[in-house]
C-alpha cells in the first residue's frame, strides 16, 4: 500500500499549500508515490487517518482549532509544519502584544459573534511536530525535497544558516555595506533564495530566525548604516514576530 | 427530529480556500430556512495594520491571501501613492501590469484545471482528473507555469513576491532578463486558446440569475491594475467613494463581512461582472474566442463563469505579449514617496473580483485606520442567492446529487476564503 499523505489548514493565507499544487513539474509524480488523502483547498476526497504523513499549515487561533491539531497529530506517523504561521504563529501573532478583543471591535461589528483565542501560536506550542519548513511562503524545492526525503526514509535537509551564505553565493551586492540599506540577512534563515537583496532590498525575515542569531551585532551595523534600534526592533516584529529568537531580541534591544 | 424531515450534512467544502456551511430546511417543496456561514479563524489585519509604516503595506497585506498576493499589493500601494498625491511613471503602471497578468494566468488556470473542471467532469480533484486527461491538464500545469514564472520575474517568487514598494518597485528587470518568457506566453496563448474551448464544451447547468455586476473600468482597456467603479445598473464613481456606495454588515453566521450597495442590496464582482462591464474592451484575440464558443455579455449563468475566465486568460496572455513586446527597462524603478497626513483608496481587480482598501496615515507615514474590502466578502450575497436559487429548482435531486452542485456552484465564485474567512458546511432538511 502507498503511504498517504493528509493537508491540513489553520489559520493562514494558504500560500504554502498552494505550493504543493505549484510544483507543477513534481506534481503529478509526487501523487504517484504518495497517495493524498486529505488535502481539502485540492479535492473532495477526504479519508480518515492514520496518515504516513501530515503537512500542517498555519497557527491555532481559535479553542476549536487547538483540539483539532491534537486530534490530528494523533492521525499522523509523521508530523511537518510548513511555512511561517505554522512553525512561529504568522504575521497574526502580531495580536499576542495587543487586546485582541480591542482588535476584533476594530474590525467586526459584534465581535462577539467570534470564538478566538487572545493569541495565535505555532503547532509546536501545543503538539509534538517531526520537522518543520520555514518561510511565508516556503521553497517549494524544500517542499519537494522533504517530501521525497521521507519517502526514502531519509532526513530532510532543511538548513539553518543565515540568508547571508546564500547571498554570497547568488553574487548579490551587500545592500547592508554597500547602499546602507537595513538588511535582516544576517540573522535570518535561508531558504528563499536570497531574493530580496538580489530586487535591492533589505531582507523582511520571513523565513525567521537562523541558528543563534547576533541581533546585537546586527544593531551595530544597523546603526552604521543610520538605522536606528527602535526600527530594528519593529522589523523584528512583523512575519515572524512569535519567533522566540527575534521576540527576546526585539525585548533585549 | 421530526420524522418527515431528511438532512444532508457537508462539513466543510473542497476546493476552496476556506470552510463554511450551509444548511437549508426544506417543508412541503418550499425552503423555509436557510443559513450560510463561512468560518475562517479571523486575522486582524485591519487591527493590527494599525500603527505600522506605510510602506509595510504592501508586503503584509500580501498575507491576507497566497492565492491571489499581487491584488493585495497593488491595491495597497495604489491607496498609499493616493494619500500621498504620488503618481507613478507609466511606464512602472505598465509592469505593474504584467505582473498582475502573471496573478491572473495563474490563479485563472489553477481555479479552471484544478479546482473547477474536476466538478463538470465528476472528478475528486484535478490530480485525479489527470490519469484520465494527461493532456488537457498537462496544458493548464503549463499555463500555470507561466504565469508563475511571470510573477517570480517580476517578483523574485511565485507566492508573496518582493519587488513591489509604494512608489513602484525595488528594481526593474532588464529587457533580457525578461525576454525568456516571450516564447514560453506564445505557447500559453496557444494553451489558453485551446482552454476556451475545452471549458466551453463542457456540461454546463443552466443557472441564469439576473445580478448587479459590478467591477473596475476603464475607458481604454479592461481594467485590470485600476479604474472607475461601474455597475451594470448605472453605478459610475470614483473608487475614493467606495463607502458611499457599499455598506459592509457583519452577521453572526459568518466571519467574512457581507457587502451591500446601499439601499439596494447584493452585488457581484469577478470575471462575470468584468467581461459583462468591458466585454467590447477585451484583446481581440481574447474577444474573437470568447464569439466562438457563443459567449457574449451578459453572461448570467454563474457556471459559464469558467468560460469567462479562460477568455480572461487569453487576454491576460496576449496583454503580457503586448507589453513585453514594448519593454524597455524604466528609468526609474520607483518615485520617491514622502509621507502625508490622510486618506487615500486603492481597489484593483484580483482574479476574484474588486478588492477595495483604504488607509489613513499621519504625517510620518503611520497608518491610523486600515479598511480592506476582498471581492469574496462582496460575492457573499450572490453565492447565497445562488444557493437559494438552485435549491428552489433541484429539490427532486437526490441528497448526493443536490450537495454536488450546490459545492460546484460556489466554486463558480473561485471564493478566495482566506482572504475574507473560511467555508462550506451543507446540512439540506427536507419535509
Redesign the interface.
Known amino acids: 500500500m502507498k503511504p498517504t499523505l493528509a493537508v491540513f489548514k489553520f489559520a493562514s493565507c494558504d500560500g504554502c499549500q498552494l505550493s504543493i499544487l505549484d510544483a507543477e513539474d513534481h506534481l503529478v509524480a509526487i501523487a504517484g508515490a504518495i497517495d493524498i488523502v486529505e488535502f481539502r483547498e485540492a479535492t473532495t476526497r477526504s479519508e480518515p487517518g492514520p496518515y504516513t504523513v501530515g503537512l500542517v499549515e498555519g497557527s491555532v487561533t481559535t479553542p476549536h482549532d487547538a483540539l483539532r491539531i491534537r486530534e490530528i497529530r494523533d492521525q499522523c506517523a509523521i508530523l511537518v509544519t510548513i511555512g511561517a504561521c505554522a512553525t512561529s504563529g504568522g504575521i497574526q501573532a502580531l495580536r499576542n502584544a495587543a487586546d485582541v478583543e480591542e482588535f476584533a471591535a476594530q474590525v467586526y461589528a459584534n465581535p462577539e459573534y467570534l470564538d478566538v483565542l487572545a493569541t495565535s501560536t505555532p503547532i509546536s506550542d501545543h503538539v509534538k511536530v517531526d520537522y518543520a519548513l520555514y518561510g511565508c511562503p516556503v521553497s517549494i524545492d524544500q517542499l519537494v525535497d522533504l517530501v521525497t526525503a521521507l519517502l526514502a526514509g531519509r532526513r530532510p535537509s532543511i538548513p539553518n544558516h543565515p540568508v547571508c551564505i546564500e547571498c554570497k553565493r547568488r553574487g548579490s551586492t551587500c545592500v547592508l555595506v554597500a547602499p546602507g540599506i537595513p538588511c535582516l540577512g544576517p540573522v535570518t534563515r535561508t531558504g528563499c533564495g536570497a531574493i530580496c537583496p538580489a530586487f535591492g532590498r533589505g531582507c523582511y525575515g520571513c523565513f525567521g530566525p537562523s541558528s543563534y542569531p547576533n541581533v546585537a551585532a546586527l544593531a551595530t551595523a544597523w546603526e552604521a548604516a543610520g538605522v536606528g534600534r527602535q526600527d530594528l526592533i519593529e522589523a523584528l516584529r512583523a512575519f515572524t514576530v512569535g519567533a522566540p529568537e527575534f521576540a527576546e531580541a526585539a525585548r533585549a534591544l | 427530529m421530526p420524522s418527515d424531515i431528511r438532512r444532508i450534512g457537508v462539513d ?1 467544502i ?6 463554511g456551511c450551509l444548511r437549508v430546511a426544506v417543508r412541503d417543496g418550499e425552503v423555509t430556512e436557510y443559513d450560510f456561514g463561512i468560518f ?9 495594520m ?1 500603527g505600522r ?1 506605510f510602506t ?1 503595506a504592501p ?2 497585506t500580501a ?5 491571489c ?1 499581487v491584488a493585495y499589493q497593488m491595491s495597497s500601494v495604489q491607496a498609499m501613492e493616493s494619500v500621498c498625491g504620488v503618481t507613478v511613471d507609466p511606464e512602472i503602471d505598465d509592469l505593474r501590469r504584467l505582473l498582475y497578468c502573471g496573478e491572473w494566468i495563474e490563479s485563472h488556470v ?1 481555479h479552471m484545471y ?2 473547477h473542471a ?1 466538478d463538470f467532469l465528476g472528478y ?5 482528473l ?1 490519469a484520465d486527461f494527461p493532456d488537457e491538464v498537462g496544458r493548464g ?2 499555463l ?2 507561466t504565469g ?1 514564472a511571470i510573477v517570480a520575474a517580476l ?6 513576491p ?2 513591489v ?1 509604494v512608489g513602484g ?3 526593474v528587470p532588464t529587457r533580457k532578463e525578461l525576454e525568456p518568457l516571450i516564447p514560453r506566453l506564445e505557447q500559453a496563448r496557444d494553451d489558453a486558446l485551446a482552454t476556451v474551448e475545452w471549458v466551453a464544451a463542457l456540461p454546463m447547468p443552466e443557472a441564469d440569475r439576473d445580478d448587479e455586476y459590478v467591477a473596475l473600468v476603464s475607458d481604454d482597456e479592461y481594467a485590470i491594475l485600476k479604474g472607475r467603479i461601474r455597475s451594470t445598473r448605472g453605478i459610475d464613481v470614483g473608487v475614493e467613494q467606495w463607502n458611499d456606495l457599499f455598506v459592509e ?4 453566521r459568518s ?1 467574512a ?1 457581507h457587502s451591500r450597495i446601499k439601499e439596494r442590496g447584493l452585488y457581484q464582482v469577478g470575471p462575470m461582472a468584468r467581461f459583462n462591464l468591458s466585454e467590447e474592451l477585451l484583446r481581440p484575440v481574447a474577444l474573437d474566442a470568447a464569439h466562438r464558443v457563443g459567449l457574449a455579455a451578459p453572461c448570467t449563468n454563474p457556471f459559464r463563469s469558467i468560460v469567462v475566465r479562460a477568455v480572461e486568460t487569453v487576454h491576460a496572455v496576449d496583454l503580457a505579449l503586448d507589453l513585453l513586446d514594448r519593454y524597455r527597462r524604466p528609468e526609474r ?1 520607483a518615485v520617491p514617496v514622502t509621507p502625508v497626513a490622510g486618506t487615500g483608496h486603492g481597489a484593483s481587480e484580483a482574479p476574484r473580483g474588486m478588492l477595495y482598501h483604504r488607509y489613513e496615515i499621519d504625517a510620518e507615514g503611520r497608518v491610523l485606520d486600515a479598511q480592506i474590502v476582498p471581492p469574496t466578502a462582496q460575492n457573499q450575497g450572490s453565492i447565497e442567492a445562488d444557493l437559494l436559487h438552485l435549491v428552489e429548482r433541484n429539490l427532486e435531486l437526490a441528497d448526493a446529487d443536490l450537495q454536488h452542485l450546490l ?1 460546484q456552484s460556489i466554486r463558480n465564485y473561485d471564493p ?1 476564503i ?1 482572504c475574507s474567512t473560511h467555508f462550506l458546511r451543507l446540512e439540506v432538511d427536507r419535509g
Open positions: 466543510y473542497s476546493r476552496v480556500e476556506g470552510e475562517e479563524p479571523p486575522r486582524f489585519f485591519e487591527a493590527f494599525r509604516r509595510e508586503d503584509i498575507r491576507i491571501c497566497g492565492i498576493p489553477l484544478l479546482l474536476p475528486e480533484s484535478g490530480i485525479a489527470a500545469l503549463r500555470k507555469q508563475n517578483g523574485g517568487r511565485e507566492i508573496h518582493v519587488s514598494r518597485f525595488h528594481r454588515e457583519h452577521v453572526a466571519t463581512l524603478p459545492e478566495c482566506s
